[in-house]
């Protein structure tokens, strides 16, 4: 099998190539558009790697992509199935890419958030809009009698 190419991105600047030897593909009969075809061909594609196992990631992405992409998991193995085409060839490419996103964007670091301060018209937006809110609520009630 082939080595699955990760595209350049954050958290990893130069790429990253998994080794064919390190993904396993099945094969199963898809439920997807074909008419009779489908019930004689394996189309269905099912992509799996073992991230606890990889030699590609270091520890602090192995971590990361374990933590990021855990409801994804079944142990520590990602798997990713495709069944859209009508052909094999196109679904393995479509699973490939899949999984290759999966782990571009579970590799991202976090991005911290920048504290900011609410600005002096959205505070007097807000403020104008609860106390007309106030007034509505207070045009309700009954009329007090003296």
Avoid: C, W, Y
């Avoid at 393995?92 to 670091?109: D, F, T």
């Amino acid at each position: 099998m082939d080595d699955l190419n990760v595209p350049a991105g954050p958290g990893i600047p130069h790429g990253l190539t998994v080794p064919g030897a390190e993904l396993r593909e099945q094969f199963s009969r898809s439920s997807g558009p074909g008419g009779q075809h489908v019930n004689t061909s394996d189309t269905r594609v099912q992509l799996s790697f073992d991230i606890g196992a990889t030699t590609v990631l270091t520890d602090e992405q192995r971590e990361r992509v374990l933590q990021r992409l855990s409801p994804k998991l079944s142990g520590t193995v990602l798997t990713v199935s495709s069944e859209e085409q009508r052909s094999q060839l196109r679904n393995r490419n479509a699973a490939r890419q899949r999984l290759a996103e999966l782990l571009r964007e579970a590799l991202a670091p976090p991005v911290e958030r920048r504290a900011t301060r609410p600005s002096r018209n959205s505070r007097r937006r807000r403020v104008r809009a609860e106390r007309r809110r106030s007034e509505i609520k207070r045009n309700r009630r009954r009329p007090h009698h003296e």
